[in-house]
Each structure stands twice: as C-alpha cells, then as structure tokens.
C-alpha cells in the first residue's frame, strides 16, 4: 500500500473510532438508581385514565418527566400514547409521584385488541429544562392478559 492509502486508512479508523464514541454518549442510558414503579390496575386498561407512576431516585437537574407507553414485541414497538409530568420533589422514600389521572391530553391506556398476552413499556425519562437530552431514562413492563 502507497503512503496516501495508508494515511487515508488511518484518517477513517480514527475518524470511526470517534463516531462510535460519540453514538454511544448521545444515547442516555438507565441511570443506576433511578427506577420505576407503575401501579397498573384494571381501572387503567382501556381508559383515559393513567396510572400512578413511582420515579425512585431521579438524577438532581429533573424539571419534568415525559411518559411514553408503547407495547413491546412489535417491531418496531407500538407507540401507544403519553403525557407530561412537572418534578414535584422527592418524599422520604427518595422518590417523586406522578399521581393517578396525572398525565393528560396525549394519554392513552394499554387496551390490547386480542385476548393473548400482551405486554407494554412504561418509558419515564427525566428531562431538564436546560437540555434536550434525557438526564435518566426508565421503563417499567406490565403485562395483560
């Protein structure tokens, strides 16, 4: 190999090393710590009415929350709906709720169309005001039968 293809191979090896690196830190990943909890009854499924979400621990720098729910084992997976939630601050278990009804608008319940088993995400992601990147992000499954 000449000098200039060997130049060229090193400049797009270490070009693609700093692309991956990159990729990687733009994808946030589950925060260690931050988890969540959805309290998922019968008077949630087919309703407008969101279930209580219990955010354990979230990163400091959290304004809000925004909730997408999505039913997994389809790909890509069903985006079903979602909501907006403002931090409310933590309790003595370290932990912010969102309450029951507390998302609206975009809202909508898991309600699956055929009587197998079907499983849905509850994704929580923990946005600042400052940023468009998530500070944390965490999804709880349920399942419905």
Known sequence: MGR???LLLFCVLLGS??????AASDTPEEQEGTRVEVNFSDRHRCSRISPE???YNPPRGTNYYEVRVSQVGTSP??????????YGGLNSDGADIIPEGGLLNMYRSPCPSNPSETSF???????SKDS????AISGYIITLE
Do not use: D, H, K, N
């Open 53 to 55: 979400i219990t955010v």
């Open 77 to 86: 997976e069903r985006y079903i709906g979602g909501g907006r939630w403002v």
């Open 4 to 6: 200039l293809s060997c």
């Open 121 to 127: 995400r509850f994704t929580v992601y923990c946005m």
């Open 17 to 22: 090393s700093f692309l991956s690196g990159c």
């Open 132 to 135: 468009s990147q998530p500070l």
